[in-house]
Structures are given as C-alpha cells and as structure tokens.
C-alpha cells in the first residue's frame, strides 16, 4: 500500500507474556520512528532509525522494550514481559529524511495488557 | 529542550463558527511546529508545518495557523466548523538541528455541534 501499515491492529496479552508489534514504512523512506500514546496523551517518542541502524533508542521506558530493524525496512518493536503500564497505542512513522519532513504515521497497534 | 503545551483538552465549537485550538511552545532554537489530526482509531494526518519564510501558514481542509515568535505560539484556526472537523489536534515541535522526534502537545479534543 501507499502508506504506514502496522500489524496487529489490536492486541491483547496477559501480563508477563510477550510481544511482537510489526511497521511496514513507505517505500523507500528512510527514517523509521515508535512513538507511544497512552490514553488521553499525546505520542511519545519511543526510538528512531536510519535505514538499519538505530540512532536514537533514548525514549525506551525500560529494558524490556526491544526494536529492531534488520533490513532497513520493516521494523518490529518487541515487549518483553509485558506489564499493564504497556498498555497503549503505539504508532510508527516514516520519512525521507529528517529535520522537516513530516513524518507520515501508521494507524497504531492498540496493545492491552491485563 | 522542546516542549509543547496545548491549552483546552476539550473545545466545542457550532457548526459554522470559528476554530481556534491554542498550542504554545518552549524550544531552545528556532523551531519548526506541526499540528497533526487524529481520528479514532486512526494514526496521525498532517494539516500543517511551519519551518522557515512566511508565518502564517496554510493547510489542508482550510484549516491554518500563524507563527508568533514572540509570544511563543502556533495557534490553529478555521474559520468556519464542519461537522467532519471533530477530531482530536495535536501540536509539535522538532529541533531542527537534530530532528529526530517529534515532541507532541497533550492534544485538543474538538467537538462540533449542529
């Protein structure tokens, strides 16, 4: 498709299981972003990638959450046992390039914990 | 350090009136400013940007917005409401030096009464 895909759209999983949340960016953009959006909030920045490598991971709540990106396209972010403060929408971005161009967004994954 | 505060979480406006959703900014360089909408369930759509050049800014579904520099502001307006506006309003802001992430404001919920 032309835009952002995330797979799954909604999640659910008992606490402590883990979780694989998948970004299919545009083709050809470079930069890769996960934001987090807890109910009522806006996103927050979770990591950032430039094609394979990880630039920024300075917004990751804990060791526990894990993004990778091999091929410097389809990224997958992964939350190890997961806890009910995971719960939240995450949403993936992508651009050509950084600094001003907007960041064009996914419809999120919808993750609940209980 | 960027941040973003949007006064109102809440604004109702009538079909037909006047728009106005305030964001506020703290950055320390010259930012470049974003308001992104958001409807349920769906990730974030652009309506605007302002980076360099002229401060008032237009945008998608006649919605646009004017950068204040001295008063540290990038409101949003329109100046007259459809039902289809009601949605969530999120400003950003991005360091374009580093460029990296977003920071997002906690969002504007706009009701739109017939």
């Known amino acids: 498709g032309a835009g952002v895909s995330q797979s799954p759209r909604y999640k659910v999983a008992k606490r402590g299981q883990d979780v694989a949340l998948r970004c299919d960016p545009i083709s050809g953009h470079v930069s890769l972003f996960w934001y987090q959006q807890a109910l009522g909030q806006g996103p927050e920045f979770l990591t950032y990638?430039?094609?394979?490598?990880?630039?920024?991971k300075s917004g990751l709540p804990s060791d526990r959450f894990f993004a990778e990106r091999p091929e410097g396209s389809v990224s997958t972010l992964k939350i190890q046992r997961t806890q009910q403060e995971d719960s939240a929408v995450y949403l993936c971005a992508s651009s050509t390039d950084i600094g001003n161009q907007p960041q064009h967004f996914g419809d999120g994954t919808r993750l609940s914990i209980l | 350090a960027q941040s973003v505060t949007q006064l109102g979480s809440h604004v109702s406006v009538s079909e037909g009136a006047l728009v106005l959703l305030r964001c506020n900014y703290s950055?320390?360089?010259?930012?470049?400013l974003f308001w992104y909408v958001q409807y349920p369930n769906q990730g974030l759509q652009l309506l605007l940007k302002?980076?360099?050049?002229?401060?008032l800014v237009k945008g998608i579904n006649g919605f646009e917005a004017e950068f204040k520099k001295s008063e540290t502001s990038f409101h949003l307006t329109k100046p007259s409401a459809h039902m289809s506006d009601a949605a969530e309003y999120f400003c950003?802001?991005?360091?374009?030096?580093?460029?990296?992430?977003?920071?997002f404001g906690t969002g504007t919920s706009l009701t739109v009464i017939p």
């Open positions: 302002y980076t360099t050049g002229a401060t």
């Open positions: 950055s320390s360089v010259p930012p470049y």
């Open positions: 950003a802001v991005i360091n374009p030096n580093t460029g990296n992430q977003f920071y």
């Open positions: 990638f430039q094609n394979e490598a990880q630039l920024d």
